[in-house]
């Protein structure tokens, strides 16, 4: 009988050091979409996530005391943005990923915006949690979840 409680997960603050960790978990993660959408570089895909890291707005994810994951949370205008949501493949589908969206999600207060890749399975994860299709374009769908 396979165990089906969620693995036991906690985030805190990330500093300057989590950025090239949370860079190859990007890279691992967003491979398969990157490569069916014919643009997966991975010098690029690792440098994206260094120029964009804000360690003030990122929170890590461990889970048994290690590294799984990352999400940011940066505030813009009159909206939250997140961002940087990544979560070790070996734990996808496991929960942790709803638990984690659903403690963001009750701690931020006003409109989220987020952005998939365009066949993204994580859309899915974020339709369940009431966000709803904002606009699309041939690479990302933005989504929205209204207060």
């Given at each position: 009988?396979?165990?089906?409680?969620?693995?036991?997960?906690?985030?805190?603050?990330?500093?300057?050091?989590?950025?090239?960790?949370?860079a190859?978990?990007?890279?691992?993660?967003?491979?398969?979409?990157?490569?069916?959408?014919?643009?997966?570089?991975?010098?690029?895909?690792?440098?994206?996530?260094?120029?964009?890291?804000?360690?003030?707005?990122?929170?890590?994810?461990?889970?048994?005391?290690?590294?799984?994951?990352?999400?940011?949370?940066?505030?813009?205008?009159?909206?939250?943005?997140?961002?940087?949501?990544?979560?070790?493949?070996?734990?996808?589908?496991?929960?942790?990923?709803?638990g984690?969206?659903?403690?963001?999600?009750?701690?931020t207060?006003?409109?989220?915006?987020?952005?998939?890749?365009?066949?993204?399975?994580?859309?899915r994860?974020?339709?369940?949690?009431?966000?709803?299709?904002?606009?699309?374009?041939?690479v990302?769908?933005?989504?929205?979840?209204?207060?």
């Open positions: 009988m396979t165990d089906l409680t969620p693995p036991a997960w906690r985030l805190r603050p990330a500093t300057p050091a989590d950025v090239e960790p949370i190859e978990l990007r890279a691992v993660v967003l491979r398969p979409d990157l490569t069916r959408l014919g643009r997966y570089d991975a010098v690029r895909v690792r440098q994206r996530l260094r120029d964009g890291f804000d360690p003030t707005h990122t929170r890590i994810i461990e889970v048994a005391g290690r590294l799984a994951g990352c999400i940011a949370l940066r505030p813009a205008d009159d909206t939250v943005w997140l961002e940087h949501f990544y979560l070790d493949p070996t734990l996808q589908g496991r929960g942790v990923g709803t984690v969206l659903t403690h963001a999600l009750a701690t207060p006003g409109p989220i915006r987020l952005n998939v890749l365009q066949g993204s399975p994580a859309r994860l974020y339709e369940r949690h009431g966000f709803t299709l904002d606009s699309e374009d041939a990302d769908v933005y989504l929205i979840k209204r207060p």
